[in-house]
C-alpha cells in the first residue's frame, strides 16, 4: 500500500500554516509548523491487539512528530510486513507497507529519489532480522539517512507466534514445541557490526525515554537504529518482564546517559567497570571502588567497541542497557552521491544529455 | 479402516513422513503456516530434521543441499514465498534433484491478501523461475488427496528426479476432513546420484552449469526428453459426468467440488453438464480434453483467478469448441448457485464473458 493520508479538512486548516520549504529533512531551513500530535493520527481503525506494546511506540512517535516542525508532506513512514507494520496506515503522513524485509531497500530508492525527505522505516525482529536480514545491513552500512525502529517482540506475532531470530534459546512455540535451538542474535550487535551512525534502545513501557530516543533517531543525519522492546502480550507475553517491571528495573536495568558514569540501583550506588574486554558491575564504596573506577559512557567514540560490549550485556549477568549506545557523524550516502555529481558537473560541465550519451565513438550506417 | 479428522494442511506432514521424507525447511505464511507449525511438531518424532528458515530463499536452498545429499526434502508455503523460491527451484531442476514444494495459494498480487485464490498457476505451473524446466504440479480438492498426492509428488520427484510440486487453495489447505492415511510407511529409494558422503559416490556431480554451448543444449535436451516421458504418462484427471455432457465445466481445487454440485443440480434440471478436473496440472491431461471435445459443445472453465489455467485449456481444445470463462477472485468463491446459473447460460448460448470487463474482453476473444 501507498497513501497520503491526509486527512483532508485537516489538510486544509493547515495550508495556511505550513510554509513550503525544501531543504533539508530534518527540521534545518523550515519555517516552522505548528502541528500536533493529533495532526498525525488517523482515521483508520488501529488493528494491533488490546494491550499490544505497539500503541505505546504509536503514541509516543506521534508526540515526537509535531516536536520537528517538519510538514507532513516531507515525512515518510515505511514498513515491512508484520504486526508493526501497520504502522503507516496510523500515521498522518506519507506511509508504504512494502514487502517482508524490504523495507530498507525500498526506503533507500525513496531517500535517493527524494532527499528532502524524512525517512523512516518501521520493522520487526523476523522482518528486519530473518528474511530482512541483508537488506538492514547493507541499509546501515551506506550510512543513508533513514530513521529505522524495530519493534522487538522476540516473535513473529502476525502469523500467530512462532520463533523469530531473537526469541531466547530454548523457547517453547508454535514452530518450536521442544524449545528453540536456534541462538538469538542481538539486533544491536548487528548494527554496530553495520557501521551504522546512530544505535539505541528503548522500551514500550518506558514512554518518556521512549519518546527522548524517538526525537535523537530523528535529529540524527544518517543510518539511525532505534531498537524497542515490544510486548506481545498474544504471543510472547511478559517477555522482557523479568528485567523491565516498574518493581525491578533499577536494579536490572541501566540508562546511559553521555558522558555520565554507568550507574544504576535505586541509589545508584552500582556501576559498571571495565578492566580490558569485560565488564563487571561494581558497587560504590565497597572494596574501595570509587565513581572515577566507573566507566564513563562516550557515545560519541568513533570506534564502538565499548558500546558494543555494553550492547551485548543481558540480564540476569549484566543490567541491560537503554540509550544510546553510538552517535557519531560520517556523510552520508546521499551527500558523497550529491557530490560525484557536482563535482562531475564541475569538471565537464552541465551539459545536454543527449550530447553526452552520443559522445562516444558513435558512426553512422548509410 | 481408520479415520482421522484432519486439517489438509496437516495432512501433508503425516503424509510426507510416511513418504520416506526426512527433513522440513520452511518459513512461516498465512494461509500455509500449519504446514511449517505439524512439521515441527513430527518431524523430530520420526527422527528427522525440522528447522525454521530465515526466509523462503533459504528454505529452498536448505532443501537444494539436503536434497544434493540424498534425503527425501520439503518445504511448505504460500504465493509470496514460492515467489522467492524460483530462483531455487531453478536450480533444482537445473541440477536434476527430487523435492516436494506445497504451494497454499492466497489472493495476490503483491501483498494482496490470505484468502484463497489459485493465481499462482502461471507462475507454479509455467515456472516462475528462469530457463528451460519444468515441474510437476499436482492439485489436491481435498484433505484425502493432501495426503495421497503429496506422497505421489515425492515418487514422482524422484521418478523424475525433479522438484514436485502440490498446489492447492487456501481451502483446501485449511480445510478438515476425515483422512484415511496408509498404514505402512515407505523409505526413500536408494538414490546412488546423489553425493552420500561415501566412497561409491565421490565422483557424483551435481551441477547445473555447463559452460559450452554444446554441453548445455545437451543438457537441455537431455531434460526435455524426460519431461516428454512425464508428459506422456503421468497425467491425472478425474472425469465426471462427461460421456453424454454437452457443456463440460472444467476447474480445480475447491471449485471443481464446487462444479460438481451445479453440474448434479444442472443434471436434474436436464442439462447434461459434465466436470473434467485435472489432477496434474503439469503434465497436464490436454490429451483427454481433446478428446472429449469430440462430442461436447463448449467447455466452461471457472478459477479463481483472472484466467491463467484456462490459456492451457484453450490450446488443448485447439478452436474446436467455445471456452467460456468464468472468474472471481480476491478471496471470493462463487456459489453453487452462481456457477448453476453460468451453466444454464452457457447450454443456452454457449457461450458467455462473465465478470470480464472490456479490455479483457478482448483479451479473451474467440
Ligand atoms: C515472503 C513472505 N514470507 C512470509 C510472510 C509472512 N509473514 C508476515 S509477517 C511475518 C513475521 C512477522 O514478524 P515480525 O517481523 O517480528 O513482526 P511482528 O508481527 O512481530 O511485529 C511473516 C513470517 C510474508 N508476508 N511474506
Ligand atoms: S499479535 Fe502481538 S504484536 Fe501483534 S498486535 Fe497482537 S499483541 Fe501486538
Ligand atoms: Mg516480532
Redesign the interface.
Known sequence: ?SHSGFNDSAEKDHMSEIAHTTDGANGEGQTAVKLTRKDFQTDQEVRWCPGCGDYSILAQVQKVMPELGIPRENIVFISG?GCSSRFPYYMNTYGF?T???RAPAFATGVKLANPKLQVWVITGDGDAL??G?NHFIHALRRNIDLKIILFNNRI?G???G??S?TSELGKKN?????GTI?YPINPLSMAFAAEATFVARSMDIDPKHLSTMIERLAHHKGSGFLEVYQNCNIFNDGTFKSFNEREVRDDRMIYLENGKPLLFGKNKDKGIHIDKVKPEIVAIGENGVTIDDILVHDENALEPNLSYILGRMQFPEYPVPMGVFRAVHKPTYEQMLHGQVSKSISISGAGDIEKLINAGETWEIN | MTKELIKGNEAVVKAAILAGCRSFYGYPITPASEITEAAARYFPLAGGTFLQAESEIASINMVYGAAAAGERTMTASSGPGISLMQEGISYLAGSELPCVIVDITRGGPGLGNIAPEQSDYHQVVKGGGHGNYRTIVLAPNSVQEMCDLTFLAFDLADKYRNPAIVMTDGFIGQMMEPVEFPTTSVEAPARPWAVLGNAETRNNLITSIYMSPDELEAHQRHLEAKYARANRGEELFEAYRTDDAEVITIGYGIVSRILKTAVDQAREMGIKAGLFRPITLWPFPDRQIDIIADWTKSFMVVELSNGQMVDDVRLAVNGRRPVNFYSRGGGNVPTVDELLGQLIKVSEDSYVRENISESEELFWGV
Not at chain 1, 174 to 178: D, I, V, W
Open positions: 500500500m510486513i507497507h514487502i517482508h524485509g530473518s528474511i536480514g513473529y502476525l502469523t500467530k512462532q520463533y531470530p508454535k514452530s518450536a514445541p521442544m536456534d
